[in-house]
């Protein structure tokens, strides 16, 4: 096989992840002709078809799925190993990609990057907002960050944040006009501003627990967004009440612009983790960002 082949290799390997040459082009930084011309520039030297093609999706052939499943395991080998490479740099460098919600990114990712970039200005990171527990290894992510109650066991995790709670908030105007609810069922008499989630579509039922109790109720209102930072704008409006982290809201309680209810109902459970999968050998750029969040996370626990 020709020299270039290895690069094509990787082509074949987008498309078949992402099930879309629109999308693989997108993340490949290449127009979405030119890497159906690769793709099939491959097949042609190969003389079998990898990929079969209709108007919706884009999947491999028996023989493509084959191919897949020998070459995708010595990719992700080779992309470490020339990570690795970069520790023989005067400068460290390196690409980082990590899968985060929206909350995680501002409140706990960014203050770290922040400090982080500055000092090496060779490391590129690439942060992917996404609300559900997307398949980091996958979607070729170093890390990912979420609740620590959620990150799967055979993951490594690392703390990076507080515990957090969330809060139940509204305009003191909002409340003039009617009770505050004083259980979680009390919601389905309110105007309440839902978050629709962006990767599974549907709307985020609010979770509670009080004791051995716990409670998810779906509520309703006239507004419907897929960010936190809408949903404050939408409570500070007073169209009802909204469902946010604590720390996201605090500035405004701490002024009298909103207020909290339901505040029993609403413990605290662990904080974020940076989680990355066991076998993974660490990049001299990924080592150091490990080393800056742990850095952050210490400094906080000592205040």
Not at 26 to 44: F, M
Not at 53 to 69: I, K, W, Y
Not at 150 to 178: C, F, H, K, N, T
Request: glycine share 6%; with cysteine.
């Amino acid at each position: 096989m020709r020299g270039e082949s290895l690069d094509n290799l990787e082509a074949l390997l987008m498309v078949a992840q992402e099930g879309s040459f629109t999308r693989a082009a997108a993340k490949l930084g290449v127009s979405q002709s030119a890497l159906s011309q690769t793709v099939r520039d491959l097949e042609a030297r190969l003389g079998v078809r990898l990929l079969a093609r209709t108007t919706r999706s884009v999947t491999p052939t028996e023989a493509g799925a084959r191919l897949l499943q020998s070459v995708s395991p010595r990719f992700e080998e080779i992309r470490q190993e020339l990570e690795a490479l970069q520790a023989f740099r005067d400068r460290p460098s390196g690409n980082i990609r990590i899968n985060a919600d929206e909350h995680a990114a501002q409140a706990v990712l960014w203050p770290v990057l922040a400090a982080f970039l500055p000092r090496y200005p060779d490391i590129r990171i690439e942060i992917s907002v996404d609300y559900a527990l997307a398949d980091i290894v996958a979607g070729r992510f170093d890390a990912g960050v979420r609740l620590g109650e959620i990150v799967a066991r055979d993951m490594i995790a690392l703390p990076i944040g507080p515990d957090q709670r969330m809060a139940v908030v509204a305009s003191p105007a909002y409340l003039a006009e009617r009770p505050a609810p004083r259980t979680p069922q009390d919601l389905t008499g309110h105007r309440c501003i839902n978050l629709r989630l962006p990767t599974q579509g549907g709307l985020y039922a609010w979770e509670f627990a009080k004791g051995r109790r716990e409670v998810n109720v779906r509520v309703d209102g006239q507004l419907v967004f897929n960010t936190m930072a809408m949903m404050l704008k939408g409570a500070l409006a007073g169209f009802g009440l909204a469902y946010l982290p604590f720390d996201e809201v605090r500035p405004c309680l701490d002024d009298g612009r909103l207020v909290t209810v339901l505040a029993d109902w609403c413990p605290s459970y662990p904080g974020y983790r940076l989680y990355y999968p066991s076998r993974r050998q660490q990049s001299p750029a990924f080592a150091l960002l490990l080393e800056a969040l742990r850095a952050a996370q210490s400094g906080a626990r000592a205040q």
